[in-house]
């Protein structure tokens, strides 16, 4: 069946850095397409980014581009959010899915069958 399970998350200062992990087990991450959605207090969760099992589709929702990067180490079984000049609209539990659809089906349209536990992101001074 398969699980992941997200780490990284913790306090940051607007302007700061994150990298959080997702590892999955069970199966490999370079066969589906792995997920990074977050919900904030009274939000909606969002797809954030994506990767299918080609690394050439990801997907990024528009308040992230540039700032955040999504990469995959096989050897680890592990995908990695690379989240750079942080702000406070950032803050909010970050989860980990599974999917398999395209980067942009699985993000935008919550196609998933595999949720982590999440792991809590605060941006704040």
């Known amino acids: 069946q398969g699980q992941v399970l997200e780490s990284g998350g913790g306090l940051v200062q607007p302007g700061g850095s994150l990298r959080l992990s997702c590892e999955a087990s069970?199966?490999?991450?370079?066969?589906?397409?792995i997920a990074w959605f977050r919900q904030a207090p009274g939000k909606a969760r969002e797809g954030v980014s994506c990767?299918?099992?080609?690394?050439?589709?990801?997907y990024y929702t528009d308040s992230v581009k540039g700032r955040f990067f999504i990469s995959r180490d096989n050897a680890k079984n592990t995908v990695y959010l690379q989240m750079n000049n942080l702000k406070p609209d950032d803050t909010g539990r970050y989860y980990c899915?599974?999917?398999?659809?395209?980067?942009?089906?699985?993000?935008?349209?919550?196609?998933?069958?595999?949720w982590g536990p999440g792991t809590q992101v605060t941006v704040s001074s």
């Open positions: 990767i299918s099992s080609s690394e050439l589709d990801t």
């Open positions: 069970g199966f490999a991450v370079n066969f589906v397409t």
């Open positions: 899915a599974r999917g398999v659809r395209s980067a942009q089906d699985v993000c935008v349209g919550h196609l998933v069958n595999r």
